[in-house]
């Protein structure tokens, strides 16, 4: 589904594009406003939950049963380029015995083997969801996308301290989804809906957060 949604928005993006560039005077559709116009925090807050929704449906034939997150799908993407030991998983694993049985027994022939050989222990291949490494992709590209056609997109450089302040900013988000299990979107988006009394006073905490950052650092802010 994340597929076939980028394939048509960037097929909208080009032919809306080349219709601008034939018709520059004329006044844009209804249908292209939709595209190019920034959205209603509550007309995007529906459409993500729709997103969210679906979501969580396409996954289940690769057997990850739980709401919407991006932390896991970046952990594995992170995993796929700096790990050489790995195993992509497509499809829903098989049941939980039956794996136990077959990797133990194949792990046990293998290191009997090695030992034999003189040579070290075979390591379990770290396991990654592939449908969870194609969603982060998927976000990064239609959130770059998206941006371009409402013109809100630009690779600017910016002043070391802002650098700087940014790579400590994401160090911290990283060191709060280890400690929560999770991202924001994970135990916001997903824990709201699913009426989790630990991700409501996660959330809360956080908005307040956000608000106190915003107002002492970019607001200039003051206690008086």
Not at 55 to 75: C, F, I
Not at 119 to 142: C, Q
Not at 171 to 179: K, R, S, T, V
Not at 212 to 222: E, V, W
Request: aromatic fraction near 10%; proline fraction near 4%; hydrophobic fraction near 45%.
């Amino acid at each position: 589904i994340v597929l076939i949604l980028l394939i048509l928005t960037l097929l909208l993006t080009y032919f809306h594009q080349k219709k601008k560039n034939k018709s520059a005077n004329k006044t844009k559709s209804e249908f292209s406003k939709v595209f190019t116009k920034s959205w209603k925090p509550w007309q995007a807050g529906i459409a993500i939950g729709i997103i969210a929704m679906l979501a969580w449906l396409s996954s289940l034939p690769v057997g990850r049963n739980y709401p919407l997150g991006v932390t896991h799908g970046l952990n594995h993407t992170y995993h796929a380029i700096i790990d050489n030991n790995v195993k992509f998983i497509y499809e829903k694993p098989q049941p939980a015995k039956q794996i136990a049985l077959d990797s133990s027994n194949q792990k046990s022939i293998s290191n009997i083997q090695a030992i034999a050989k003189d040579e070290k222990p075979i390591l379990e291949p770290t396991k990654l969801n592939v449908w969870l490494i194609l969603l982060s992709i998927g976000l990064m590209l239609g959130a770059f996308v998206s941006g371009k056609m409402s013109g809100q997109t630009k690779l600017l450089p910016k002043e070391p301290s802002q650098t700087l302040i940014a790579i400590l900013g994401g160090l911290l988000i990283g060191i709060g989804a280890a400690i929560g299990s999770g991202c924001v979107i994970g135990n916001i988006l997903s824990g709201w809906a699913m009426l989790s009394v630990g991700t409501f006073v996660f959330g809360i905490a956080t908005l307040l957060a956000n608000w106190a950052t915003t107002y002492f650092y970019l607001m200039g802010g003051k206690f008086k």
